[in-house]
């Protein structure tokens, strides 16, 4: 098998248990992912999201900084360490790599949703606003070409997955806009 397949194989493995929630699983899984790929930016990304969904913010820290060690061009990493600065409630932080992530990915909607978060925890409503519209804006837009993607093509697993996860999307934006 080729490295490629085999690297796509396991990080897909890795993935889908932290889909399902397996947090402690995912762990196992993206561990042996770097094992075989230590330079792996993308899966120190995603093993900082385990540690940081079962509250391991310290190691969730070590692996996002150790991603954006990989690759400083990677916007996820920021908007998650971000995510793991707003919930330790130091928002200047976490409005700083929000901006970061922006800076690589201006059309990142889940990090203009959680910049927005931020501002309204900070009181500055303008500013929330602002990102919150941006990224209900985006996410109004990405449904719209992923359907007629889903159209036009063949149907098959890939085409559902991204359907399912940016209808996901939008549901989490919903809920976080009405709070």
């Known amino acids: 098998m080729e490295k490629k397949e085999e690297y796509k194989i396991d990080f897909d493995k890795a993935e889908n248990y932290l889909r399902i929630g397996d947090f402690n699983q995912a762990i196992r899984e993206f561990e042996m992912v770097l094992k075989k790929w230590p330079n792996d930016s993308r899966s120190y990304s995603k093993l900082g999201v385990c540690y940081a969904s079962l509250k391991n913010f310290n190691k969730a820290k070590l692996c996002f900084e150790r991603s954006l060690e990989l690759d400083v061009k990677f916007a996820e990493p920021y908007n998650n360490l971000g995510n793991v600065y707003l919930e330790e409630k ?81 549901i989490i934006l919903l809920i976080l806009l009405n709070r």
Not at 90 to 106: F, H, R, V
Not at 135 to 148: F, L, M, W
């Open 90 to 170: 130091n928002y200047e932080m976490a409005i700083e790599l929000y901006k970061k992530a922006l800076e690589l990915k201006p059309d990142y909607a889940a990090a203009h949703s959680n910049l927005g978060l931020a501002y309204k925890r900070t009181k500055r409503v303008n500013e929330a606003v602002k990102h919150f519209k941006k990224a209900a804006e985006i996410d109004r837009r990405s449904p719209i070409s992923d359907i007629k993607k889903f159209k036009e093509k063949p149907k098959g697993k890939i085409n559902i997955i991204i359907f399912l996860l940016v209808l996901i999307g939008l």
